[in-house]
């Protein structure tokens, strides 16, 4: 009796623990060898991550590969007894400076395990820094009835993000045709996501992408301000991802400076979107939280994290 009772009661632990998932990303402004060999920082910005059970990551700048390795023993410190695994992109960027992407994946408390991963191939050199995707496997299902889904993280060349935003649509494609097994759980799933012309999509003809596999494209777009105008931010919205919802819309500033929605969450997929806890997607305040002057701030970045909580 006592056994049973006290498996009954770690599977009801288990369970909270997994109740409310936070997904969260993070622009870390040239975390490179510099920022790696502060261990202030570093701790601050491990503090920071270890609030997201899964972070997507942008800006790790180092050429020698060291730095991500070291945030990510800082995050397992803070975060000993229930550890990340990180899933590091290679180096991408066309001139000499380049980045990685991170996926930094909690999975005894995500629900999560990421089965894949790949940098899109991009041979036709549509993007700057090519997106960084990772398809995840919902292993605690809950009620929501997601049961993979997958990010596309990026990180848009500021000059050129309303083109590269557009442009995401041929990473869509590429993924639903390289991945028809993500599309298999219905019959018509891939057959209708394929039917979705995502890449010559026109004000008549828009995508719907209604298939069973969510797709979020999060990072940093630099998707406002001079970048992308608040009229072309509405072309976007209702034309060319027209299933997509905002999760982070203007009323909040993604900078550090408070100026501009330059990081952005955008999801397709009915059930998840429905599974996210309501107003919890916003930004993280890291500058309230730690009592930091703007420029301490600046110090750890230049963006705030984003984020939202669901619930499998
Ligand atoms: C390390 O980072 C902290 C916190 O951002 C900062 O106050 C300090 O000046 C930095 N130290 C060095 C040596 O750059
Ligand atoms: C959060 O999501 C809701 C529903 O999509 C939306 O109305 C709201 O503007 C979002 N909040 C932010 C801060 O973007």
Redo the contacts with the bound molecule.
Sequence with gaps: MQIITSVVSLMFILDISISAVRIGSFNLHQYGSKKAANVTLTDTVAKIINDFDIAVIQEITDVNIKAPYVLFDALNRVSKTKPYTMTLSERVGRSSSKEQFIFFNRESTSGVKLINYYLYEDAEDYFERPPFIGTFEVTSKGSSGVKYFTIMDVHLRPDSAYQELIDMRRVIRDFIIKYPRYFTDASTSLSQALAQNVIDATDSKKPSLKSNHPILIIGDFNADCSYISAKRQETLRSINFVDF????????KTNTRRTC?YDRIFINGDNF?KA?V??????VDFQSRFGMTLDQALEISDHFPVK?DIKW
């Design positions: 919802t905002w999760m982070i819309n203007n009323e909040v929605t979107v996210i309501s107003r919890s997607n916003t930004t939202f």
